[in-house]
């Protein structure tokens, strides 16, 4: 059975920080990719950040580039979205996602991945 288990949303102030984790059960770690979404009210959802797991290729949305970090710690079978300079816009339920890496593409859509967590709020005050 394939798990991933969000936690660290929560209320923060713009310009702060959130870091969230996504822990991950189930899943053969080294030919999967992880990445984060985000659906903002009345909205779509969108890709925020992607990662194979063995961090060796990333892919960071535009409106959160320089901002946002994705990463793996693979002892504890989990992945993570550090979040900086948070802005109001950045509210947000946020996604963590699995899908099977295939060599050479890193999914970057929705549609692409297989695995979904419950999601996480995020709500950033102005």
């Known amino acids: 059975q394939v798990q991933l288990v969000e936690s660290g949303g929560g209320l923060v102030q713009a310009g702060g920080s959130l870091r969230l984790s996504c822990a991950v059960s189930?899943?053969?770690?080294?030919?999967?990719?992880m990445g984060w979404f985000r659906q903002r009210p009345g909205k779509e959802r969108e890709v925020v950040a992607a990662?194979?797991?063995?961090?060796?290729?990333?892919y960071y949305a535009g409106s959160v580039k320089g901002r946002f970090t994705i990463s793996t710690e693979n002892v504890k079978n989990t992945v993570y979205l550090q979040m900086a300079s948070l802005k109001p816009e950045d509210t947000a339920v946020y996604y963590c996602?699995?899908?099977?890496?295939?060599?050479?593409?890193?999914?970057?859509?929705?549609?692409?991945?297989?695995?979904w967590g419950q999601g996480t709020q995020v709500t950033v005050s102005s």
């Open positions: 990662i194979s797991w063995s961090g060796g290729t990333t």
């Open positions: 189930g899943l053969t770690f080294s030919r999967y990719a």
């Open positions: 996602a699995g899908s099977l890496l295939i060599a050479g593409h890193l999914p970057v859509r929705d549609y692409e991945y297989r695995y």
